[in-house]
């Protein structure tokens, strides 16, 4: 396969991890907090959170495409796709989601959910090509546990 016609796969494979990447990963040791919000409305400002995000990440993986340019997959491209594309857009995303106010009684279900966001973002630091190659081993759980709560865009495929 020519080195453009491989970029044209991985740029189609990745426009599906964009989906289910859906909201955020990276570290923290941060709790998140319960408040009198109800489900209702954490779900529509976490919705807004990874559809903000999902757009970002994106553009960013279209400017990184552009730049690439020509270029045949290789492991040093499947690292810089996931330090400059994957992991900052996703730590943005796991920022914002933490700092939103948390049902009463949902805590630990939410920072469940954020927590196999981070478990995401770790297998892909340690396997940059699973990203494009198994997305669903990197991805899966932490899809899994958004859509168990409710969240559509933050689970998204």
Same mark, same amino acid.
């Given at each position: ?7 044209? /796969? ?6 599906? /991890? ?26 529509? +400002?976490?919705?807004?959170?990874? +559809? ?5 990440? $994106?553009?960013? &993986?279209?400017?990184?495409?552009? +730049?690439?340019?020509?270029?045949? @997959? ?6 810089? !796709?996931?330090?400059?594309? /994957? ?6 995303? !796991?920022?914002? !989601?933490? $700092?939103?106010?948390? @049902? $009463?009684?949902?805590?630990?279900? /939410?920072?469940?959910? !954020? ?10 630091? $340690?396997? @940059? ?5 198994? %997305?669903?081993?990197? &991805?899966?759980? %932490? ?15």
């Amino acid at each position: 396969m020519s080195g453009r016609g491989a970029f044209a /796969v991985l740029a189609g494979v990745l426009a599906s /991890v964009v989906l289910m990447v859906g909201c955020g990963g990276g570290d923290s040791e941060t709790a998140v907090a319960e408040s009198s919000i109800s489900k209702a409305e954490y779900v529509k +400002k976490a919705e807004a959170v990874c +559809k903000k995000g999902n757009e970002e990440l $994106e553009a960013d &993986f279209a400017a990184f495409v552009r +730049k690439a340019g020509n270029a045949k @997959p290789t492991d040093a491209l499947y690292t810089s !796709l996931f330090e400059e594309v /994957v992991e900052p857009n996703v730590s943005a995303e !796991l920022e914002a !989601l933490r $700092e939103l106010d948390v @049902p $009463e009684g949902d805590a630990d279900k /939410v920072e469940e959910m !954020l927590a196999a966001r981070e478990e995401s973002i770790a297998l892909a630091e $340690e396997e @940059p090509k699973a990203i494009i190659q198994d %997305s669903e081993k990197v &991805f899966g759980s %932490s899809t899994k546990t958004a859509k168990a709560y409710g969240l559509k865009a933050c689970a998204s495929r």
